[in-house]
């Protein structure tokens, strides 16, 4: 179908495994960095295990085309979510100590970070719907 061969290009399993390995890292990251970042550790760590899960869920079931589809975007939109997380990190251990804390004041209490822990706890809820609806 036009869809599968859509969402297919430019994002595949292997990508979605790749995205679960990079959750990891920056679940490692956020965990052990002080501050603000430990919050993110817990969404970070349910957003790990979920994607634990699905890569393992993958290589078990047989998905539907239409299965299939759902998790390539789901996959993507988790990229998206993480490549953001990533920057955010890489931007924060770029600066020196007095930096850092001007940076925790005014970035980590921001809009923005409230924004994107939300986005990784609908991520999160989306990804267990969808591992429900393959195993049930």
């Not at 990190?89 to 004041?105: G, H, M, V």
């Amino acid at each position: 179908s036009p869809s599968r061969t859509k969402m297919s290009f430019g994002f595949g399993i292997g990508d979605f495994l790749a995205v679960g390995t990079l959750a990891l890292d920056l679940y490692k990251q956020c965990r052990d960095s002080p501050g603000e970042y430990k919050a993110l550790a817990g969404d970070m760590r349910s957003l790990t295990f979920i994607l634990q899960d699905i890569g393992d869920l993958v290589g078990e079931h047989h998905l539907t085309a239409a299965k299939e589809d759902e998790l390539l975007e789901h996959g993507a939109n988790s990229r998206i979510l993480l490549s953001e997380l990533q920057e955010m990190l890489r931007k924060y251990r770029s600066l020196d100590t007095q930096s850092r804390r001007t940076w925790d004041r005014l970035r980590w209490n921001s809009k923005a970070v409230m924004d994107l822990r939300a986005r990784i706890v609908t991520n999160v809820t989306m990804l267990n719907s969808f591992y429900a609806s393959v195993t049930s």
